[in-house]
């Protein structure tokens, strides 16, 4: 069974920083694209950043320039280094993976969620 386990978020002030970890555990072949996903009450879940397993990046406009995405293959991990941090990135933070169970055999998996706050 593949899991994906979030840690990191919390309550901090604006202009703070948070940083976001998530690890893929289980069995299986290798991890394609990693990512993280945010929902606030009454919004839907938006697209955070992304990485793929080459290494290339994609952000959401809001979060360019303040978060950094990162990976580190060996480890199954992906994390999120979230910098000038503003009361509108107040949300729940969910992992993302597409995990390569076998070869052919692709699924989307996510993590329980974490979340974060920022006060003004």
């Known amino acids: 069974q593949v899991q994906l386990v979030e840690s990191g978020g919390g309550l901090v002030q604006t202009g703070g920083s948070l940083r976001l970890s998530c690890v893929a555990s289980?069995?299986?072949?290798?991890?394609?694209?990693m990512g993280w996903y945010r929902q606030s009450p009454g919004k839907q879940r938006e697209l955070v950043a992304a990485?793929?397993?080459?290494?290339?990046?994609n952000y959401a406009d809001s979060v360019k320039g303040r978060f950094t995405i990162s990976r580190d293959n060996a480890k199954n991990t992906v994390n999120l280094q979230m910098n000038s941090l503003k009361p509108e990135d107040t949300a729940v933070y969910s992992c993302?993976?597409?995990?390569?169970?076998?070869?052919?055999?692709?699924?989307?998996?996510w993590g329980q969620g974490t979340q974060v706050t920022v006060s003004s």
């Open positions: 990485i793929n397993s080459g290494g290339s990046t």
């Open positions: 289980g069995y299986f072949f290798s991890i394609n694209a």
């Open positions: 993302n993976a597409r995990i390569i169970l076998t070869l052919g055999v692709n699924r989307d998996y």
